[in-house]
Structures are given as structure tokens and as C-alpha cells.
Nanobody, 124 residues
């Protein structure tokens, strides 16, 4: 079992930045891949970014590539998502997840454990 708790969401103006955090507990954090997903109202949950257990492998959705950085601190059992140049279309609930796979076309089925989500609203 892995318990995940996201934080760092909020209201931000377009062009602004946010850093989301996801604190993990339970199963050995440093041995699992982690991902960030988001779900906008009326839309399916979509992959945003993923990072391998050691941090050396990173994967980004095209929609956030160049504007987002995923990182992890295994000593703190925490994964981060730094987002800059935010756009109104980035508005969504953001979830972190413990995933079996973080490379290639990652969908929600690749992930076993999920946090409750944190809301991000980007105003125009």
C-alpha cells in the first residue's frame, strides 16, 4: 500500500507558476515510479508527467512539455511538479500516482495508487 497526499494547488493568473507536492507513505517510495495526472471538468483523466524510481527517467505530455518539471526527493518521500507559464487550459484537479510504468503512452491503468487530488485554477 502507498498513501499519497497532494498539496500546492490554488488559484493563479495565466503566466504564473505553481509547484505541486505529493507526500508518500507506506511502501518503499524510492523503488516506485511516480506520475502526475490531471482531470478537467467533463474530461478524462490525462497523464501530465512521470518520473522513474531513481529520478533519471522523466516523461512529459506534449501539452506541458517545456513548461513543467517533475522531480522527486526520495529522502523526503516526495514528488514535485513545477509548472510555469500556466494557461487557463491547465485548470484541473491534479493527482499524483504510484505507477508501474512512466514511459511511453501512460494512462491511468498504469498506476496503482492515487492521491485525493489538488485543485489548480488558472485565470485568464
Amino acid at each position: 500500500q502507498v498513501q499519497l497526499v497532494e498539496s500546492g494547488g490554488g488559484l493563479v493568473q495565466a503566466g504564473g507558476s505553481l509547484r505541486l507536492s505529493c507526500a508518500a507513505s507506506g511502501r518503499t517510495f524510492s523503488s516506485i515510479g511516480m506520475g502526475w495526472f490531471r482531470q478537467a471538468p467533463g474530461k478524462e483523466r490525462e497523464f501530465v508527467a512521470g518520473i522513474g524510481w531513481g529520478g533519471g527517467i522523466r516523461n512529459y505530455a506534449d501539452s506541458v512539455k517545456g513548461r513543467s518539471t517533475i522531480s522527486r526527493d526520495n529522502a523526503k518521500n516526495t514528488v514535485y511538479l513545477q509548472m510555469v507559464s500556466l494557461k487557463p487550459e491547465d485548470t484541473a484537479v491534479y493527482y499524483c500516482a504510484a505507477c508501474k510504468r512512466v514511459l511511453g503512452a501512460v494512462d491511468a491503468g498504469a498506476c496503482e495508487y492515487w492521491g485525493q487530488g489538488t485543485h489548480v485554477t488558472v485565470s485568464s
